[in-house]
């Protein structure tokens, strides 16, 4: 299996065996420059890459076998879309997935009452969704866990058991404070792309070319040209017999901690 830990004793033997061989032939020093080449760009293929659990444990889809999927939404709650997406929901009876940003979460305390007393369930997304956010300590990365989990707490009574890392990315120190919390590493399948596809008609096309029985829909309610595209989409699924599935009853795993 291909993960951090396989990774560096893969490479360490590697290394310790060429520079042997290097005591007794010389060895070309462009060799240690390709293996260090490709041990870098392992390590950034598996931050990048939250499904392929290089440095943490993460769920990235459901049941391939069965026509179900989920729908989740990241970097909420927000004033204007939040309500919007909560609204199409209702109206399709369909529940999902919310991974809040702890410092919006206390911003719009209702919206994420609302959340909560509709039937979605909450997940937590980092307190600040700083830029820098991959960069930061173990011990940073858990004091905003820490903090938004309290928010929410202090807002529905309830302690957050999902995480989803802000941008996708995972390294050892996010590893590590996921860990220290208990949480269960949420990632995704299917990306919108609503971050860069702005048209709803195109950004409806890209989900649907690239669906897949079991997978778990990236959203972000932050942006106000989903509204519609969730609409059309949710229709879709619907005339084709899928199953939108809560997320935590699509992967048989618990949402708070009770």
Same mark, same amino acid.
């Given at each position: 299996m291909l993960n951090f830990r396989n990774t560096i004793i893969t490479f360490t033997v590697l290394l310790l065996i060429i520079l042997a061989a290097?005591?007794?032939?010389?060895?070309?020093?462009?060799?240690?420059?390709?293996?260090?080449?490709?041990?870098?760009?392992?390590?950034? &293929?598996?931050?990048?890459?939250?499904?392929?659990?290089? @440095?943490?444990k993460s769920i990235s889809n459901g049941n391939r076998n069965i026509k179900q999927v989920a729908l989740t939404?990241?970097?909420?709650?927000?004033a204007q879309v939040t309500p919007m997406i909560l609204d199409i929901l209702r109206k399709h009876n369909v529940k999902a997935a919310f991974f809040i940003v702890g410092s919006k979460a206390e911003i719009n305390p209702e919206i994420l009452k609302r959340i909560d007393k %509709?039937?979605?369930?909450?997940? =937590?997304?980092? @307190?600040?969704?700083?830029?820098f956010f991959d960069f930061f300590s173990s011990k940073q990365m858990e004091k905003e866990m820490?903090? *938004?989990?309290?928010?929410?707490?202090s807002i529905i009574g309830k302690r957050l058991k999902l995480f989803r890392p802000? @941008?996708?990315?995972?390294?050892? *120190?996010?590893?590590?404070?996921? %860990?220290?919390?208990?949480?269960?590493?949420? =990632? &995704?399948?299917?990306?919108? %792309?609503?971050?860069?596809?702005?048209?709803e008609s195109k950004l409806l096309k890209n989900i649907t070319s690239k669906l897949k029985y079991g997978?778990?829909?990236?959203?972000?309610?932050?942006?106000?040209?989903?509204?519609?595209?969730?609409?059309k989409l949710i229709e879709y699924l619907k005339e084709r017999e899928y199953k939108i599935s809560r997320l935590d009853e699509f992967l048989t795993v618990q949402a708070y901690v009770y």
């Open positions: 290097d005591y007794l032939i010389p060895v070309n020093k462009l060799v240690y420059a390709g293996i260090i080449l490709v041990f870098v760009l392992l390590l950034a &293929w598996g931050s990048k890459n939250i499904r392929s659990d290089f @440095y943490v939404f990241d970097d909420g709650p927000d %509709e039937g979605h369930i909450i997940g =937590g997304h980092s @307190y600040s969704h700083h830029l820490i903090r *938004t989990d309290n928010a929410v707490y802000p @941008y996708g990315v995972t390294n050892p *120190t996010i590893s590590r404070a996921i %860990e220290n919390m208990q949480y269960q590493s949420i =990632g &995704w399948s299917l990306k919108s %792309e609503d971050t860069v596809i702005k048209d997978d778990i829909i990236l959203f972000h309610d932050n942006k106000p040209w989903n509204a519609k595209a969730l609409d």
